[in-house]
């Protein structure tokens, strides 16, 4: 998960996830963000 500019200044609780390998970014809410946590931590 990365926190930019783009996080900060849109209103809106989204982040932005972004993959290791490919760098492929993709912008989840802050719901889907605990949800995919639960999936991948618990």
Request: no cysteine; aromatic share 10%.
């Given at each position: 998960m990365t926190?930019?500019?783009d996080?900060?200044?849109k209103e809106g609780?989204?982040?932005t996830l972004r993959e290791?390998?490919?760098m492929k970014?993709?912008?989840i809410t802050e719901?889907?963000?605990f949800a995919l946590l639960a999936e991948h931590v618990y």
């Amino acid at each position: 998960m990365t926190i930019d500019f783009d996080t900060i200044e849109k209103e809106g609780d989204t982040f932005t996830l972004r993959e290791r390998d490919s760098m492929k970014q993709t912008r989840i809410t802050e719901s889907e963000l605990f949800a995919l946590l639960a999936e991948h931590v618990y």
